[in-house]
């Protein structure tokens, strides 16, 4: 693989998003001597119950920022406001700008189908941003050139490892992060703000022990890693080569495909 491919990006919808079940694989990324990218397309500015939107924002911005720098990412700032991440081409230019600059050959992204609206728009932007790297015609804002190299694009698991209709999501391949978790841990709990507001809002009595109990079970899953995250590969039409898999060429034995899930591609949908 040659160096000037060795660029990865994280993109999620809120501060803590990246954290929770994309940032050991980032920070793996980076130890191998990848060059990492965080980015969440929304600020996080409905993350609290006493501070305004604007107030919180800036809070979540510094937190997330200390966040990027434990993971060993350049930081890149949010785009949006909480709940406005909607599928809409003034959003789409800005995002498809970002991944123009920094010419991603791997892109973590979060899963398609989610609890929440934020995250499956994120999807959504995040996988068209890819998708036009490289045509001319579409215009970025700001304006950037095209860029049309390979991009192979990872969906990470959903929160609580189900879909929204509650149904248990299956990884496709699995990255061992047993030797960064307590790096991922200092990175979750960079966001200070958000420990009581998720247990308030959410029912998260303990912030870090949620992230914990995922990690460990998708390690479960895996057969094979104590703490892991599970990822499903995107289709490779207008993106990469067919059976591009840069994870498992840069994390080596840290990367296990799951042939279950391979063959069950093969089965029509109904």
Known sequence: MAQQSRVAMAIAAHPDDIEFLMGGTLHLLARAGWQTHYMTVANGSCGSLTEGPHATARRRARE???????LGATFHPSLTADITILYALPLLRRLASAVRDVEPRVLL???PHDYMEDHTETCRLAVTAAFVRGMPNFRTVPTRRPRPGDVTIYHAMPHGLRGPLRQRVAAGSYVDTSTVHEVKRAALEAHRSQH??????QHMSSYVQVMDDMSRE???TSGRFTHAEGWRRHLHFGLCEPGADPLRDALGHGYLVDARYERGLDRPLA
């Open 64 to 70: 997330a920022r200390e966040a990027a720098s434990i």
């Open 109 to 111: 992204v979060p899963s």
């Open 196 to 201: 009581g507001f998720l247990s308030d809002t």
């Open 218 to 220: 998708v390690g479960r």
